[in-house]
């Protein structure tokens, strides 16, 4: 839908369309269209433009890049949600708009989702799409010490396996790299600088037998018979330890679709290991759709939490007194 439009129009489109959302999800949006106007003024995007192919399948990503950038500028990945089963980057164009309003540069990734490839694609090309970003820091002015995952959901859980898998994984062996050769895990490990993590799944195979049993995990995995280790490969759980990037988790502890105990027992297992972290709990909070209040109490988490960490701060024109 979106592949020749401007940033100007895909904000218009997307502004029409959110005049028939609750408000729940307006609260997600800058304050007036004048916004959306000055951001299109503000932003340029490059979209679609192919990070990966693997299985026939070209994974894309667009960028929303500040015009006239001179300098590295703190750059966020954000990966949609849907359950690894559906979803698409153009999708969740609204989501990045917070961060427009906060001057980063943002890379909106696609991957291939589970009716067409089965996990641990999913999480492969997203591992190569953060290797894309590094490796293209330069040309983009993407600042490599600020790079900073997110996601909802699905994308929660993509975000901090991106963040969190260490090379020697074995999960980064199709990325290309600056030399065509697959990356070297002991020699090329991939950082950020932080992971916001939107109601995130941390126990893959927790959500495909017994009480949460969830039919996207099922669908995703499929029946292959050792889809418990593929399960263990890619939950986040599995990777807790000292050095990781500070995690914040924005959870509802009444999420019908991802337990909220994954954000407990995942922030436990993360306070253990000595890594930086907070939980953000959303008192009654479903799967998402969050309140006007409730969204400016997680993006004022998010900013502090970024202030907190040294990875933001705001301009000073707009910083409040």
Same mark, same amino acid.
């Given at each position: 839908?979106?592949?020749? &439009? *401007?940033?100007?129009?895909?904000?218009? =489109?997307?502004?029409?369309?959110?005049?028939?959302?609750?408000?729940?999800?307006?609260?997600?949006?800058?304050?007036?269209?004048?916004?959306? $106007?000055?951001? +299109?003024?503000?932003?340029?995007?490059?979209?679609?433009?192919?990070?990966?192919?693997?299985?026939?399948?070209?994974?894309?990503?667009?960028? &929303?890049? %500040?015009?006239?950038?001179? *300098? %590295?500028?703190?750059?966020?990945?954000?990966?949609?949600?849907?359950?690894?089963?559906?979803?698409?980057?153009?999708?969740?164009?609204?989501? $990045?708009?917070? @961060?427009?309003?906060?001057?980063?540069? =943002?890379?909106?990734?696609?991957?291939?989702?589970?009716?067409?490839? /089965?996990?641990?694609?999913?999480?492969?090309?997203?591992?190569?799409?953060?290797?894309? =970003? /590094?490796?293209?820091? #330069?040309?983009?002015?993407?600042?490599?010490?600020?790079?900073?995952?997110?996601?909802?959901?699905?994308?929660?859980?993509?975000?901090?396996?991106?963040?969190?898998?260490? +090379?020697?994984?074995?999960?980064?062996?199709?990325?290309?790299?600056?030399?065509?050769? %697959?990356?070297?895990?002991?020699?090329?490990?991939? #950082?950020?600088?932080?992971?916001?993590? @939107?109601?995130?799944?941390?126990? $893959?195979?927790?959500?495909?037998?017994?009480?949460?049993?969830?039919?996207?995990?099922?669908?995703?995995?499929? *029946?292959?018979?050792?889809?418990?280790?593929?399960?263990?490969?890619?939950?986040?759980?599995? &990777? $807790?330890?000292?050095?990781?990037?500070?995690?914040?988790?924005?959870?509802?502890?009444?999420?019908?679709?991802?337990? &909220?105990?994954?954000?407990?027992?995942?922030?436990?297992?993360?306070? #253990?290991?000595?890594?930086?972290?907070?939980?953000?709990? /959303?008192?009654?909070? !479903?799967?998402?759709?969050?309140?006007?209040?409730?969204?400016?109490?997680?993006?004022?988490?998010?900013?502090?939490?970024?202030? !907190?960490?040294?990875?933001?701060?705001?301009?000073?024109? *707009?910083?409040?007194?």
């Amino acid at each position: 839908m979106w592949k020749n &439009y *401007s940033l100007a129009s895909q904000l218009v =489109v997307a502004f029409l369309v959110a005049l028939s959302l609750p408000f729940s999800v307006w609260a997600q949006l800058p304050e007036s269209a004048a916004s959306a $106007v000055r951001l +299109s003024n503000e932003y340029g995007v490059e979209s679609n433009i192919t990070y990966l192919t693997a299985n026939n399948y070209d994974a894309k990503l667009d960028i &929303y890049l %500040p015009r006239n950038l001179k *300098s %590295p500028n703190p750059t966020l990945v954000y990966i949609h949600g849907g359950g690894w089963v559906n979803g698409t980057k153009e999708g969740a164009s609204l989501q $990045v708009l917070p @961060w427009l309003e906060m001057g980063w540069t =943002v890379v909106n990734v696609e991957y291939r989702l589970g009716r067409n490839s /089965i996990a641990p694609a999913a999480v492969e090309d997203c591992r190569c799409a953060l290797r894309w =970003v /590094i490796r293209n820091a #330069k040309q983009y002015n993407f600042d490599v010490n600020k790079i900073v995952l997110t996601g909802h959901s699905a994308g929660g859980h993509l975000s901090l396996i991106t963040g969190m898998l260490p +090379s020697a994984a074995g999960l980064d062996r199709q990325c290309p790299s600056s030399f065509g050769k %697959p990356p070297d895990p002991a020699t090329d490990e991939p #950082k950020v600088a932080a992971i916001i993590n @939107w109601f995130g799944i941390t126990d $893959v195979g927790d959500l495909f037998d017994g009480p949460n049993a969830q039919s996207y995990a099922i669908a995703w995995l499929g *029946s292959l018979p050792d889809r418990d280790e593929i399960a263990r490969r890619v939950s986040p759980l599995t &990777y $807790v330890r000292p050095g990781l990037p500070p995690v914040l988790t924005i959870h509802g502890d009444a999420d019908p679709l991802v337990p &909220y105990n994954h954000a407990v027992r995942f922030h436990q297992a993360l306070e #253990k290991a000595g890594v930086p972290n907070q939980l953000l709990t /959303i008192p009654g909070g !479903k799967h998402g759709g969050f309140s006007g209040p409730e969204m400016e109490r997680a993006y004022q988490a998010i900013r502090d939490f970024l202030m !907190k960490n040294k990875i933001w701060s705001p301009p000073a024109a *707009s910083a409040k007194p």
